[in-house]
């Protein structure tokens, strides 16, 4: 599918990806983000073990009730604080489908994730878990299943510039839908560029539709519930802040009815697993489009 719903444009500074300072590739290629290690890539990464939502703290922006064909949001972009190399911070628009310990769900935003990157850079991302591939989670092109079919968004790539404190808003624009004539789930980058897609083939209940979406972020530690707590942060590492925009943030959040029509939920509450170690807060009254902050440091007095 070459093309998407038509939608309205974004106000906010958009970001490009480091290594497209040094060109593009040609068209019938794609760029494929170089291992630093190239047994990196062939090592199992814990994140792919995970089927439940063991050792995940989320502070999120969910709509449910409908089936969903699509989540889209200008996603503000930061570089999160990350105590240890098997933990992440994300900041992503997914879709869900299945209870909580049998779910498949894609996802699509930054990352900073030191085991499956091999820094602490913030990066682009896709992830996905699916029953009928028996795939319990995995990022990018790190197994078979995603299609990319961008010669000019990397998967994995550095994003730049990043979001400073009282600086200018960057932020990334991302967009998953579903192609009604094929029912593959495709990721948009931007406006018009659409990165790759995941095969209607690979999932079970999730090609029948969402059963939710869900925009805001996500903490991947051991040590989430447990003393100490992880001082991992999410979002910036402040708690959500709506009066300056200094964490992290989600606007011009939209879903995709069955209908194709893209517009705002007609439902939404926000949720946190850990409220005194990540927060949420959602502005929906006196604006004309609502918006979602979130994040926080992890631990800290109250999240000892």
């Not at 939920?265 to 502005?283: G, L």
Request: with cysteine; glycine share 8%; hydrophobic share 30%.
């Amino acid at each position: 599918m070459e093309t998407s719903p038509t939608s309205e444009q974004s106000s906010l500074v958009i970001t490009s990806q480091l290594w497209q300072k040094s060109g593009k590739c040609p068209k019938g290629t794609i760029p494929v983000r170089r291992s630093k290690n190239r047994e990196e890539d062939q090592t199992p990464s814990p994140f792919k073990q995970l089927k439940l939502q063991i050792n995940h703290s989320k502070a999120i922006l969910i709509t449910e009730g409908y089936n969903y064909a699509g989540v889209k949001g200008d996603i503000k972009v930061w570089n999160p604080h990350v105590e240890s190399d098997d933990e992440y911070s994300t900041s992503r628009v997914s879709l869900r489908s299945g209870p909580y310990y049998n779910f498949e769900c894609v996802e699509a935003g930054w990352a900073v994730n030191p085991s499956v990157y091999g820094d602490r850079q913030t990066r682009l991302f896709v992830y996905w878990t699916a029953d009928a591939a028996n795939v319990t989670g995995c990022f990018d092109l790190t197994c078979p299943g995603f299609v990319q079919t961008s010669n000019e968004i990397a998967l994995g790539a550095a994003i730049y510039p990043i979001s400073v404190f009282e600086g200018l808003p960057y932020q990334i624009t991302l967009f998953i839908y579903k192609d009604p004539t094929t029912n593959n789930l495709w990721v948009q980058y931007g406006e018009r560029t659409n990165i790759g897609y995941w095969p209607e083939n690979l999932f079970g209940r999730l090609s029948r539709g969402a059963e939710s979406a869900e925009w805001g972020g996500d903490v991947y530690s051991s040590m989430i519930g447990k003393s100490p707590h992880t001082k991992t942060a999410m979002g910036n590492g402040h708690f959500p802040d709506y009066i300056s925009g200094n964490s992290g943030f989600v606007k011009r959040m939209r879903i995709l009815d069955i209908s194709l029509n893209l517009k705002f939920p007609e439902w939404v509450t926000s949720y946190a697993d850990e409220y005194y170690c990540y927060r949420t807060t959602y502005v929906g009254d006196y604006i004309e489009d609502p918006e979602f902050y979130f994040g926080g440091p992890g631990r800290n007095p109250r999240c000892p």
